[in-house]
């Protein structure tokens, strides 16, 4: 039998040790992989359709008018995009395939943080993998409450573009595929919690699928 001072030393331990495995599960968690991407990403596939016509099957996808806006903005600086054209982005990508990255950055900067890079490696992986390649990708920035509007407007621009230079640079992804936009702190995920981490995010979302644009 151990003495109740040993008892007491090693149940310290055990706890000690809980709480450190605890909290590596809780980093761990924060990670995404290059299969969670891939799954977020790929488009559900759905029944194609028959008009009346005999005419080939199509797959639903971007309108007409959507697919001609899609290719105007791609190949676009960040910067360059109006509030309407932002605002049209956002209303496009509603219902397509999204994932939320929680990417962080150096404090005021758009350096992408030692901790954060993972995920961004995922992320090129993923849209290299052969099911996403070729694709239309947005990948939006995002920031929480704190600050003005045309800072925070500014931020989310740079941090988005740093996300896209690192993919262009390390995994050859064709620029004019990654269509970049800030929304500062207009577009909070968590407005009841303004400041919360959650609100600084790069949203990645499949626009326009390889399969919709070659058709």
């Known amino acids: ?118 995920s961004v490696q995922a992320l090129g992986r993923a849209l290299t993998n052969q099911d996403l390649k070729g694709s239309t990708f947005v990948v939006a920035g995002h920031t929480d409450a704190a600050g003005g509007e045309d800072y925070n407007q500014g931020l989310s621009e740079r941090r988005a573009d740093a996300i896209k230079r690192y993919l262009v640079d390390k995994y050859g992804i064709n620029g004019t595929d990654l269509v970049t936009v800030g929304y500062g702190k207009s577009k909070l995920k968590d407005p009841s919690h303004p400041m919360a981490d959650v609100n600084r995010r790069v949203q990645v979302v499949n626009m326009e699928n390889k399969d919709t644009a070659a058709k």
Do not use: C, H, W
């Open 1 to 118: 039998m151990f003495k109740p001072s040993a008892r007491a030393a090693m149940l310290s331990i055990v706890t000690v040790g809980a709480v450190l495995l605890s909290g590596m599960a809780a980093a761990r968690a924060g990670d995404v992989t290059e299969d969670q991407i891939i799954k977020a990403l790929t488009p559900e596939k759905k029944p194609l359709t028959r008009g009346l016509s005999a005419g080939p099957q199509t797959a639903p996808g971007l309108s007409a008018d959507q697919a001609k806006f899609v290719q105007s903005v791609r190949g676009r600086a960040t910067r360059s995009l109006s509030s309407t054209e932002r605002e049209e982005i956002a209303t496009i990508v509603q219902d397509k395939p999204k994932i939320d990255l929680e990417i962080n950055f150096d404090y005021n900067s758009a350096d992408v943080s030692a901790k954060s890079l993972p």
